[in-house]
């Protein structure tokens, strides 16, 4: 399974992620560099992932913990990054209602975002030192949470 399964599996994900991608309506908002980003995404965790268990199947203790709580706050501060630029669309970012129906609403709401998921990827960098279970389930409540909140909120207001 390690060997050949997490591998087949990374390489499907991708496979339908690219598919989803390329097949978006709207897909002219998606940006070159967010294009890019999702499509480096699993290439590069499949490696450090396969990397890991490989190194810990030869005898060499590789902490999974420290390396998964780090790689998935490298991503989320990447993706934090790009999302007050990510433009409407049906792939990448916050698709909620509210969002999809009001341009003003996903810019404000994706500007938000992102600072949210940088400051959740700092924790979950310092939490890969720390590997507290709650800062994980906290973190991504409040990733997911806080935008989508927000974004409702805005769309009573009328935005």
């Known amino acids: 399974m390690a060997v050949i399964g997490i591998p087949l599996f990374l390489a499907a994900l991708q496979i339908f992620t690219a598919v989803l991608t390329f097949s978006d309506p709207k897909r002219q908002n998606i940006g070159p560099k967010m294009i890019r980003l999702v499509l480096w995404i699993i290439p590069v965790t499949s490696l450090i992932v396969c990397c ?44 909620v209602p509210w969002t999809l129906h009001s341009q003003e609403n996903w810019n404000r709401t994706h500007r938000l ?38 974004s409702f909120l805005l769309f009573k207001k009328g935005i």
Do not use: H
């Open 113 to 150: 975002a992102g600072w949210v998921w940088i400051i959740g990827g700092v924790a979950m960098i310092v939490n890969s030192f720390l590997q507290l279970e709650w800062i994980l389930f906290l973190t991504i409540a409040a990733l997911v949470l806080i935008p989508i909140g927000y």
């Open 52 to 95: 890991s268990i490989y190194a810990n199947a030869v005898g060499i203790a590789v902490d999974i913990g420290f390396v998964s709580n780090g790689i998935v706050g490298l991503l989320f501060i990447l993706i934090g990054n790009y999302m007050p630029k990510c433009k409407q669309n049906y792939t990448t970012g916050i698709k």
